[in-house]
Every structure is written in structure tokens, then in C-alpha cells.
């Protein structure tokens, strides 16, 4: 039971965060659907296709689907006050749609008996595949990619997951529960991966000798 309360505050941080981003680009009720959509379920689709699961399962998930579509109109009509709010705590709400979507693809790759790069795989997708298909329909540099430690921490819980390192049911949720803090305290420190940006090429006509 406390799974699921896990899994419907992600599908519907998820599927807020997707409908904010097509209010942000300025996309009508349609837009707003389709990318909170993608982006509460967009990870666990690519995953069933990965590990070989029937993506009908997305199907049987009614109450799953129908906290996501509450969740996106809901956003779509509220007052630009409640949203600013809202905004102030998506970070949070995204790290626990971000450890509990990564622990249950990695639970069924592993279920599957999948190999480990699989297992990693299936869970980093898992957990940051919506917001990649998010950012790429609105037109957005994956934010995954730039910046934010942020795909990292699936990757643990792959690793850990997959190497049995974690099994029992308390060892999820202490998983689980450390994620959400690693992930809170990585966007509140700032913590950040290596970035490295090319020096900008100098004009062309900069490096022309003058005339005359």
C-alpha cells in the first residue's frame, strides 16, 4: 500500500511538471495532456519495450492514468499562484517519482532475469525517460543531461538492485527513502557533474586580414 501512495505522487509530480512545461511553451489543454502523459508513463513504456513486458500493461494501470489526467487539468486551470507555489516543491516531488518509478524498473528487469547492464538500463529509463521525451517535444535541451545530478541516482539504485545488493522489502524502502535525499540535497547543494563547453569558434571574417 505504501508503494502505491509512492507511485501516485510520482505519476502525478510527473504529470504536473510535463503540463507546466507546455503551459511555459505556450501550448493549448491538448499540448498540456499529451506532454504530462509522456511524462508520467513516456519512461515506463521505453522500458517494457526494453525488457521485453507487453506495453498493454500501461492499460491495466486505470487508476494510475486517471491520477495523471486529474493532476494535468487540474494544473492546466489553476490560479498562477498555486502553480508558483507548487513550483517550490516539484524538486521534491520529482526525487520521490524519480526513486520509485527507478526501483520498480529495476525490480522487473530483474524479475525478468536480465543481465546487469539491463537492469541499469530498464531503471535509469525508467525514471528519467518521460522528462527526456518531455523536453524533446517541447523543443528543450534534455534538463537530465545538463547540470543537475539528476540520472546518477537511478543508476545506483540499478546497480544495487541488480547486483542483489538490495533485496528485502525494508531494503527497498530504506532505498528508496535515501534516494529521495540524495536527490533533494543534490538540487539544494547545487551538486553538479563535470561539464566541460567547447570554446565558441571565433567569427571567420575576425581572422581576415583588412584591405586596403
Given at each position: ?36 502523459f ?7 513504456i521505453i ?40 513550483k ?48 524533446v517535444?517541447?523543443?528543450r ?72
Amino acid at each position: 500500500m505504501t508503494w502505491d501512495v509512492f507511485n501516485i505522487m510520482g505519476i502525478a509530480a510527473f504529470a504536473i511538471s510535463g503540463a507546466i512545461v507546455a503551459m511555459e511553451e505556450k501550448y493549448d489543454i491538448l499540448g498540456a495532456l499529451v506532454l504530462g502523459f509522456v511524462t508520467a508513463f513516456g519512461g515506463g513504456i521505453i522500458r517494457n519495450l526494453l525488457i521485453g513486458l507487453p506495453v498493454h500493461m500501461l492499460w491495466k494501470q486505470e487508476a494510475l492514468i486517471t491520477t495523471a489526467l486529474i493532476a494535468i487539468v487540474l494544473a492546466y486551470v489553476s490560479p498562477d499562484r498555486w502553480i508558483n507555489n507548487y513550483k517550490k516543491w516539484i524538486d521534491f516531488f520529482d526525487a520521490v517519482g524519480l526513486s520509485a518509478f527507478s526501483i520498480q524498473g529495476a525490480i522487473y528487469a530483474v524479475q525478468a532475469h536480465h543481465p546487469l547492464v539491463a537492469v541499469v538500463a530498464a531503471t535509469v529509463l525508467t525514471g528519467i525517460g518521460g522528462g527526456i521525451i518531455r523536453d524533446v517535444l517541447a523543443g528543450r535541451k534534455p534538463l537530465v543531461f545538463r547540470g543537475e545530478i539528476y540520472a546518477i541516482w537511478a543508476m545506483v539504485i540499478g546497480l544495487l538492485i541488480g547486483l542483489k545488493m538490495v533485496r528485502q522489502g525494508w531494503e527497498l524502502y530504506a532505498l528508496f527513502v535515501a534516494i529521495v535525499m540524495l536527490r533533494t540535497m543534490s538540487f539544494y547543494f547545487g551538486w553538479q557533474l563535470p561539464l566541460r563547453v567547447l570554446a565558441e569558434e571565433k567569427n571567420s571574417s575576425a581572422n581576415m586580414p583588412a584591405k586596403g
